[in-house]
């Protein structure tokens, strides 16, 4: 079984700033992948950014990237210029990477979620 | 835009009430998913579906049951709620692309269950 573990459940960044939310996962697997999720205040979750284990480069997405470290199992991800619109609940996931017909492989395991709130 | 809904944003019942939380989805996906959603837990899975009526559990399925009669549907049961059922509830979709798996998840918005 895969455990996701996010280990700061609250964090705070001042707007235009650099954060980083911390992720480790555990798992035998060898292919798998990763995500980065947002929930904001009373929104609908949204997907963030996803990198794939085999891929070696770190995933980019306008001001959000991630710094994989597949040896170490750990996925934090990086918020640059922060805004006020990146207050939200951040969850890290892991997916096995499968066949469709096994059901199993589109399994989500989600980590506990990280607080972040980006102030003036 | 995919687009997932779900039937009620707030929802009160008494214990013991059967309860049905409803989940649609506009973009014919294969697969459906049900989470509750607690503090400090994150969201743990409670069943999926990866076709019409097929079905897995999750993590969490004790007092939980689903059904999914169409492609576009997928309806969480409480058979007898009970108050540690109280929760947001979450439900989400996704596709699959030839024989491999998707990988990203869509979400509803979220049913906010409280059961007295």
């Known amino acids: 079984a895969q455990t996701v573990t996010q280990s700061q459940p609250e964090m705070s960044v001042q707007e235009a700033e650099t954060v980083t939310l911390s992720c480790t996962y555990d798992t035998s697997e060898n292919n798998y992948y990763l995500f980065w999720y947002k929930q904001p205040p009373s929104r609908q979750m949204i997907l963030v950014i996803r990198?794939?284990?085999?891929?070696?480069q770190n995933a980019t997405e306008n001001r959000f990237s991630v710094n994989f470290q597949k040896a170490a199992k750990s996925f934090s991800l990086k918020i640059s210029d922060s805004q006020l619109g990146d207050t939200a609940m951040y969850f890290c996931a892991f997916m096995k990477h499968g066949v469709y017909n096994t059901g199993t492989a589109s399994k989500l395991t989600f980590g506990t979620g990280t607080r972040l709130q980006v102030t003036l | 835009d995919v687009k997932v809904t779900q039937s009620s944003r707030y929802l009160v019942k008494r214990t013991g009430e059967k309860v049905f939380l409803e989940c649609v989805q506009d973009?014919?996906?294969?697969?459906m998913f049900w989470y509750r959603q607690d503090p400090g837990l994150g969201l743990r899975l409670i069943y999926f579906s990866y076709d019409v009526k097929m079905k897995e559990k999750g993590d969490i399925p004790e007092g939980y049951s689903v059904s999914r009669e169409k492609k576009e549907r997928f309806s969480l049961i409480l058979e007898s709620a009970s108050t540690n059922q109280t929760s947001m509830y979450l439900c989400a979709s996704s596709s699959h692309l030839g024989e491999q798996v998707s990988y990203e998840q869509y979400f509803g918005p979220g049913t906010r269950l409280t059961v007295t």
């Open positions: 973009m014919d996906h294969e697969n």
């Open positions: 990198q794939e284990a085999y891929k070696q």
